[in-house]
């Protein structure tokens, strides 16, 4: 049976003495120690290296106590260059349950580690260019938002100017995710709370606003992927941006809250604030607002229903949009 196998497979007495081995055993013996294997050996007495000679006591000891255990060793052998090699010790016993000696399976894992070792260090430089790849979108992102805000600075017709600096919020929220995505140790993620404070406190200081405005944040998942985060993204500036124009007309403090959360194995984000609220006849679907329509058209990006919830005794607006976690 041992040996219809590529492993490596010995077996010992209490006393270290060799009972069975197989020929593939027989031949990583030699490679590695240059001595010829037989039944009867104390196989201490064929290791002429003294510090070797103990750790295979060593390993053959615990096994002989009745532990079962995997290892991994490195070994120059005297044939072979270095091999790294898988090393598995389980105990015998006999029928009445004593410990009677003790067995060894050896796998080499050298070309199995180089692989792993070149797959790491490809993921590593893949990582890399990631980085690079979101820092220069980051930067390009820049440089648009800053002509468009450029551009309104210099344009004398007002509604223009209000657009180009709308476009420019949009276009450095954007910004924001892949800076977050190159600063990272995940690539693919960005803490999405971390995100959403900077992106609320950036839009803050875009309408230089004096107010107290206080941002109630959290997120749950903390971590989102790309895929989801620049839609949110997108969805938290437009509606923000909706609060910070239009829900604290008359007043010099307000409160603006955004979460997302589970519910029942859906995401649910929800924006709100604690301002005037929407006229009493608004409707949602027939809302002519550019920033909702673009909110809802995200929505259905991410296969999400958006919607305003109903103001009860609370004052303010909230919006929630719902999808597919």
């Given at each position: 049976m041992i040996e219809g196998t590529k492993d490596a497979i010995?077996?010992?007495?209490?006393?270290?003495?060799?009972?069975?081995?197989?020929?593939?055993f027989e031949l990583s013996?030699?490679?590695?120690?240059?001595?010829?294997?037989?039944e009867g050996n104390l196989l201490p007495e064929l290791i002429w290296d003294p510090l070797e000679r103990s750790v295979v006591i060593e390993n053959w000891s615990r096994a002989l106590r009745g532990?079962?255990?995997?290892?991994?060793?490195?070994?120059?052998g005297l044939v072979q260059d270095v091999a790294i090699f898988e090393i598995s010790y389980s105990s015998?016993?006999?029928?009445?349950?004593n410990l009677i000696g003790a067995t060894q399976i050896i796998r080499d894992i050298t070309e199995r580690k180089s692989d792993e070792e070149k797959l790491k260090k490809t993921l590593e430089?893949?990582?890399?260019?990631?980085?690079?790849?979101?820092?220069?979108?980051k930067n390009n992102l820049q440089v648009v938002a800053s002509l468009l805000g450029l551009q309104a600075e210099y344009s004398q017709n007002e509604k223009i100017s209000r657009i180009l600096k709308e476009c420019e919020r949009r276009i450095q929220?954007?910004?924001?995710?892949?800076?977050?995505?190159?600063?990272s140790e995940n690539i693919t993620k960005i803490d999405f709370c971390d995100y959403l404070n900077t992106l609320l406190i950036s839009l803050l200081h875009s309408f230089?606003?004096?107010?107290?405005?206080?941002?109630?944040?959290?997120?749950?998942?903390?971590?989102v992927s790309i895929e989801t985060a620049i839609p949110l993204g997108l969805i938290v500036n437009e509606l923000v941006t909706n609060s910070l124009k239009y829900a604290f007309l008359n007043e010099s403090e307000g409160q603006i809250s955004v979460k997302l959360r589970l519910d029942m194995g859906e995401s649910v984000l929800e924006v709100g604030d604690n301002g005037i609220g929407m006229p009493e006849k608004f409707d949602?679907?027939?809302?002519?607002?550019?920033?909702?329509?673009?909110?809802?058209?995200?929505?259905?990006?991410?296969?999400?229903?958006?919607?305003?919830?109903?103001?009860?005794?609370?004052?303010?607006?909230?919006?929630?949009?719902?999808?597919?976690?």
């Open positions: 010995c077996a010992v007495d209490i006393n270290f003495r060799v009972i069975a081995f197989n020929s593939s013996f030699w490679k590695l120690y240059g001595k010829k294997i037989e532990e079962v255990y995997t290892t991994e060793r490195t070994i120059h015998i016993r006999d029928s009445s349950h430089e893949k990582e890399v260019m990631l980085k690079e790849i979101h820092h220069r979108v929220s954007m910004a924001l995710i892949h800076k977050e995505l190159y600063q230089g606003k004096e107010k107290k405005v206080e941002f109630n944040v959290s997120s749950n998942p903390n971590f949602l679907d027939k809302s002519e607002s550019l920033g909702l329509r673009l909110v809802e058209i995200l929505s259905k990006q991410l296969r999400g229903k958006f919607v305003l919830l109903p103001a009860g005794e609370e004052r303010g607006t909230k919006f929630q949009i719902r999808f597919k976690a």
